[in-house]
């Protein structure tokens, strides 16, 4: 091969090779363009559903701010009729002392009723055995008969569930 030849063959080479170079720097151009486009459509979907986030969020609070300020509303409603018995018991005993107790009792009944309708049940304690799950045990007092002994003997005051859930104990006294 002549120098004629082989320059003009290596300069085809080298052109060839820019072309090449030229070529594979587009395509990366063009999958660097690809990738930035993704990246700015995971970018937007990100922002979106941060915002969206955010806006349950606030929701979910505001919701639970009206619920807790709320919550009370309904055992007000249900205790209104109770209260207008009492004004009314009150009124009557003016003029008739007698129907004080009768009307006491029956707002007392009606109130319980009201109150077990809402899921409040009374602990049965006197005479039990004590647990500490359920009851508060104030004193021990020494007892004669062997069977009253770790039983409750008094009941101070009363222990409620709401809907199978202790809300208050019973305060007791144990034989001892």
């Keep these: ?36 486009e993704q990246l700015k459509e995971q970018e937007d979907k990100y922002l979106r559903l941060y915002a969206e986030f955010d806006n349950f969020r606030k929701r979910n609070a505001k919701e639970r701010l009206e619920l807790i300020q709320n919550a009370s509303e309904e055992t007000i409603k249900i205790l209104l009729p109770i209260l207008d018995d009492f004004e009314r018991s009150l009124l009557a005993s003016k003029e008739n002392m007698d129907g004080l107790k009768e009307g006491i009792e029956l707002i007392f009944r009606k109130f319980n009723t009201t109150l077990e309708s809402k899921g409040l049940k009374k602990m049965e304690s006197m005479g039990k055995e004590f ?46």
Excluded: C, W, Y
């Excluded at 300069?11 to 690809?34: F, S």
């Excluded at 069977?147 to 104990?169: M, Q």
């Design 1 to 36: 091969m002549s120098k004629k030849d082989k320059k003009h063959h290596e300069e085809e080479i080298v052109k060839n090779e820019t072309i090449a170079v030229e070529n594979n720097e587009n395509q990366l151009q063009e999958e660097l363009n690809k990738v930035k």
């Design 131 to 176: 647990d500490p799950d359920f009851q508060e045990a104030v004193t021990q007092i020494p007892v004669e008969d062997q069977e009253k002994k770790g039983k409750v003997v008094d009941v101070i005051e009363e222990g409620f569930f709401l809907n199978d859930k202790v809300i208050r104990f019973a305060k007791v006294v144990i034989g001892a």
